[in-house]
């Protein structure tokens, strides 16, 4: 009996640095995030930076349009999260 | 994917009535006697007066009593616990070990082997109770969700959802069945939603709108789709044998004199190779298992230097009680490499780099070490500039 081959790659072997986590975030009608839920809490949140937009792909067929924002929660270190404009879901990533 | 779902359930306490048939008539429950207290697994018995897995012993107690307290025995259930994934093994290469009692693998046109998936089922059964003497429940089905539900609905010889048939199979069952976290199904039944079928009703975008990312999951899920990769086990040779005393023994001594006798006895399986772990199992006077395992910087063929290592390993913690019978597995089998060395301080770091990688890969089953590779460093987009890959040595 032979195994097969062709199964999926084990995800251990391979991976991206910096991918996004999926967020909890609370935004003001501007679209500025007020707080977020980190640890299980919700925490108030300042701008430490002006917002970015990255609009990529959009020449493939598949757009990506994010919001980056860095922000700091009012008692821990600041992150950077952004917001995929396409579906209005919140991520955290490294930058 | 035809995928058949291995299910021993409360496997802790089926071991354990297995080894004491009195325990049986009584409501069960595995917990440590010292810290941290908590119940490991209970009986259906103990679980029906209200005992849940991590709860305290002094609570369970206080749910059930009459209960009867067994103090766990992990090396007795990892024991009974390979020997039944070494014979699914034999039904199929492509076998999960999902945890302790729960096993995927895959069956995928294995039924023609068997005169039909029924019948196959129903062998998968049969593998299982000579292997262990459990009783076993097995589902087979195209992905794990449907073929786990079909598990835990199937009869002594197993139930078999045929091909398409996943959505109308999993309808009428409860949605506590789902895959997903209980807040998605406490919210599910604050909306009156009880059965996996009103689920699967629901569009995709009602249940984002609900449950964001998970929402399309959960529609997959109830619509029976579940397209979540089988991840086997690595296949890994390994060479054992084992003895038994004729009344219980203790001392380091005698025990490494009979490893001794056991790693003779494992030479000509050695065929010349060397090892890079070694796992000595003990069974104890009391009944109990004991184990110890030992992860080698670098594969070792000589028994004398594997006595060296296990004397050792024992000198510094012996066995608890005294030993009953004994048994040595050598695995992570590699054929003895040359030393070439160096005059540069840079090869000797990669080798003992790649050597320490070795080393852990036996140990966990995969690297934890990656290198990181730049793919795309000038992307603006953080996740496409760089992957790390696993590194093999």
């Known amino acids: ?95 | 994917m035809r995928i058949a779902f291995v299910s021993i359930p409360r496997f802790p306490c089926a071991v354990a009535v297995q080894r004491d048939p009195a325990l049986a008539r009584r409501p069960l429950i595995v917990g440590d006697a010292e810290q941290p207290k908590r119940v490991l697994d209970c009986s259906a018995s103990a679980s029906a007066e209200g005992v849940r897995r991590g709860m305290t012993v002094r609570q369970a107690l206080g749910s059930c009593p009459e209960a009867v307290i067994v103090p766990p025995d992990p090396v007795l259930y990892r024991g009974k616990w390979e020997s039944i994934l070494d014979a699914l093994g034999g039904v199929s290469p492509e076998v999960e070990y999902e945890e302790l009692g729960r096993a995927y693998i895959n069956v995928s046109g294995l039924g023609s082997h068997c005169r039909g998936e029924e019948a196959l089922a129903a062998h998968v059964v049969e593998t299982v109770r000579a292997a262990s003497g459990l009783d076993v429940c097995v589902g087979l089905a195209n992905g794990k969700f449907p073929a786990f539900a079909a598990a835990i609905a199937s009869s002594r010889s197993g139930l078999v959802v045929p091909a398409g048939g996943e959505g109308a199979f999993l309808s009428p069952l409860d949605v506590e069945l789902l895959p997903v976290e209980p807040e998605i199904i406490f919210r599910l039944r604050l909306f009156g939603i009880e059965t996996i079928g009103e689920v699967a009703a629901l569009s995709v975008q009602e249940l984002q709108s609900q449950f964001g990312f998970a929402g399309k999951r959960v529609w997959q899920l109830a619509n029976g789709i579940d397209a979540e990769p089988l991840r086997p086990r690595p296949l890994e040779e390994k060479v054992e044998a084992s003895l038994g005393f004729e009344a219980p023994v203790a001392g380091v001594d005698v025990i490494v004199a009979a490893a001794k006798q056991l790693l003779s006895r494992l030479r000509l399986s050695l065929r010349g190779r060397a090892a890079r772990e070694m796992a000595l199992q003990a069974e104890l006077a009391t009944g109990r298992g004991w184990e110890r395992r030992i992860v080698m910087r670098e594969a070792v063929s000589e028994s004398e230097r594997l006595a060296f290592v296990l004397r050792s390993s024992l000198q510094n913690a012996p066995p608890p009680n005294a030993v009953r019978s004994l048994s040595l597995r050598l695995s992570g089998l590699a054929g003895e490499t040359g030393k070439q060395l160096s005059l540069g301080k840079r090869g000797r770091l990669q080798r003992q780099l790649e050597e320490a990688t070795r080393q852990l890969k036996v140990r966990y089953g995969y690297s934890p070490i990656y290198h990181c590779v730049d793919v795309e460093p000038w992307s603006v987009i953080p996740e496409e500039r760089q992957i790390l890959v696993e590194s093999d040595a």
């Open chain 1, 1 to 95: 009996m032979v195994g097969n081959t062709r199964g999926a790659p084990d995800p251990r072997r391979i991976r991206r640095l910096k991918s996004p986590r999926a967020l909890e975030v609370e935004a003001g009608a501007d679209g500025v995030p007020l707080r977020l839920r980190l640890g299980g809490a919700w925490h108030d949140v300042s701008l430490v930076r002006h917002p970015w937009r990255i609009d990529q792909n959009w020449w493939r067929g598949e757009p990506m349009s994010r919001m980056y924002y860095r922000i700091a929660p009012t008692d821990g270190p600041p992150l950077t999260v952004y917001c995929d404009l396409a579906s209005g879901e919140w991520f955290r990533q490294e930058y």
